[in-house]
C-alpha cells in the first residue's frame, strides 16, 4: 500500500488549566525534515517528537506546531527579568539619540512585551508531566496524520494503476504495429537494392545482402524494449503492493520506462508506432507526477 507524504492531524486537550493545540502538517520532500514551532524551553518535548515521527516517517517536511494561548500563568509563577527590563530601555533610548531624536521612554507595556523579559518559574515535577501530556497530545496528532496520508496513499494508488492499465494498453497497440514491421523492412531493402542493380552488372551478392538485412533488422528491433518495459510495471506493480515507502524506487522504475519509450520511438521508424510512443510518455509522465507525492 502506498502512503503520501502530505497530510494534517490535529489534536487539543487541556491540560491542567492550559488549553494546549498541536498541529502536525507534512507536504513531499525528498529527505525528512522537521520544523518544530513550539514555545521556548520545550526542547525536550520537541526531541521526543521527532524520535516518534522518525520511527513513522521516512520522507517529507513535517511543521510541527504547539499553541497554547496567553495564559501563561497556567503552567508556571511569572518572573520580571529587571536587568534585561532597563536594559531594553537603555537601547529603545539609545537608538532615538542616534536616530536624531528626541529620548522617548517606552511604555511598561512595550517593555514587557520584549523577549524574556517575563519568564515563568515550573516545578520540575510539574513540567515532566505537562512535557508527557504534550507529547501524548503529539502522538495523537501524528495518528491524525498518518490517516490522512493512508487515504491520499489508497486514492493515489488506484490513479496510477488505472493510468499502468492504460499504458499496458499502449504497449499491446505498439507490438501490433510491430507484428511482421521487420518483415516488411527487409522486403523493400530488397526490392531497392534490386531495383539499384544495373542491367548487364552482377548479381547482388545475395549473401551480403541477408547480411546487411540481418544488421539493420538488429538496429530497428524493439522486442527487447518491450520486454524491459513489461517488466518494469510488473516490478512497479510489486513495489506498489509490498512496500508503503517505495516513492524513491517508484521513480527510478520510471525512469528506465521513459528511457525505453525514448528508444522505442528512435528505433522503431513508424508513425503508427511514434504516435503510440507519445501516448506512452504522456502517462508515465502523469504517473511521475504522482509519485513525487509518495513516501
Known sequence: MLISMTGFGRAEEKIGDLKVVIEIRAVNSRFLEFVMRLPRGYEKVEDGARTHLQSILSRGRVTISMNTGTDQTAIGRPRMNEELLLHYEQIANRSAQILGRETETLSIAELLRFPDVIT???????QIKFNDAVLNLIQKA?????????REGELMEEAILEQLNHIVDIIARIQHEDS???DIIAEKMRKKLADMTIEGESQLDEKRLEQEIVMWSDKLDITEELTRLDAHIQHFRELMKANGDAGKRLNFLLQEMNREA????????????????VELKNEIERIREQVQNIQ
Open 120 to 126: 515563568y518559574d515550573t516545578d520540575a515535577e510539574d
Open 142 to 150: 501524528t495518528d491524525q496524520l498518518q490517516s490522512m496520508r493512508l
Open 180 to 182: 511482421g514491421r521487420l
Open 262 to 277: 525514448n528508444t522505442i520511438g528512435s528505433k522503431a521508424n513508424s508513425t503508427p508506432i511514434g504516435h503510440a510512443v
